[in-house]
């Protein structure tokens, strides 16, 4: 069994990359651009290919050779708050590389079961009456990023309706966890929080909106839940990944001060305020359960203390 990882280099397709070494069947080659010590412990378990998605024809030369019988596309431009800053990255990133991938698997394995990773963001500015959000809730994106990704979900559905190549589309909701980097509101916190532990900054933890409610679920769990649905989903179709309850960010940080010996205060940074947001968010995943049988397995506390080891280890 073939399985081609894209961004497996990143912080949720090394997380996969680990669940797919340890499947026998599984034969894994990834797709990695630049650095790969997120999986340099994996060496001599998988084969990597080095190149830019963005090279239409060196994507075409990797399906060819691999010709996977699973690919689960990863690989894209991740950060929500810094797409405003940088839109038509972000815009390049989240769809030239797909439709590159998208048209080589159609030309060389067009039976290929695919995956593509869509987000939240594409539901964007959520009305109270919209809670739980199902898999049928307006799209009303309000960043750069929620736009990319609209456009690769819809690009995964066209592919199924014009094409028949088997794509499942999976609609994640916040993840975090170990690896995770700083451009993420609880990563950032644990890396502050570290860094005061160690001396090297004064003890003030600073902050964006605390009071923003999200459905969070540790990286594991939403990986597993990845390849339960590359498996099991039924093609053409999308699935909601998260855990079905609201966190607030003020409970995020609370928990991870609850974890450090340190005396920390918090202060708010205007900088880490976005120019829009949406107070609460969370979704309906009863069609992905009823798929798969998935859920999350990992406590929320568990996952931050994780993710604060994670930081010590990396700063030590």
């Not at 084969?47 to 690989?75: C, F, I, K, M, T």
């Not at 309850?245 to 450090?260: H, K």
Request: hydrophobic share 40%; aromatic share 8%.
């Amino acid at each position: 069994m073939r399985v081609l990882l894209t961004g497996i280099a990143g912080f949720a397709g090394s997380h996969l990359a680990e669940l797919l070494v340890r499947e026998p069947e599984v034969e894994l080659h990834g797709v990695v651009h630049r650095h790969d010590r997120r999986i340099a412990h994996l060496a001599g378990q998988l084969a990597l290919h080095r190149g830019d998605l963005r090279n239409a024809l060196w994507v075409s030369e990797v399906v060819e050779a691999v010709r996977p019988d699973y690919a689960l596309h990863l690989a894209a431009w991740s950060d929500v708050g810094g797409s405003w800053q940088q839109p038509w990255t972000t815009y390049e990133l989240n769809i030239q590389c797909q439709l590159n991938l998208l048209e080589a698997l159609r030309r060389w394995q067009p039976t290929c079961r695919t995956l593509v990773v869509s987000s939240n963001e594409i539901y964007g500015l959520v009305e109270p009456a919209d809670l739980p959000i199902d898999e049928e809730t307006p799209f009303r994106p309000n960043s750069p990023y929620g736009v990319s990704k609209i456009t690769q979900d819809m690009m995964a559905l066209q592919y199924f309706n014009g094409h028949q190549l088997p794509t499942i589309r999976a609609r994640s909701f916040n993840h975090l966890g170990p690896g995770q980097a700083d451009d993420f509101a609880a990563s950032a916190f644990a890396r502050q929080i570290v860094e005061i532990e160690r001396g090297q900054r004064e003890p003030v933890v600073r902050v964006g909106n605390l009071s923003a409610e999200r459905d969070f679920t540790d990286v594991r769990d939403v990986v597993r839940a990845y390849w339960m649905l590359v498996q099991h989903g039924e093609a053409g179709l999308c699935y909601n990944i998260g855990s079905g309850a609201p966190r607030s960010i003020r409970w995020l940080l609370e928990t991870l001060l609850e974890l450090t010996p340190a005396q920390i205060t918090v202060e708010v940074d205007p900088a880490r305020l976005r120019p829009s947001d949406v107070p609460r968010s969370f979704c309906d995943n009863q069609r992905l359960v009823h798929a798969t049988g998935w859920q999350p397995a990992i406590d929320l506390r568990a996952t931050l203390h994780d993710l604060l080891e994670g930081w010590r280890r990396q700063l030590r």
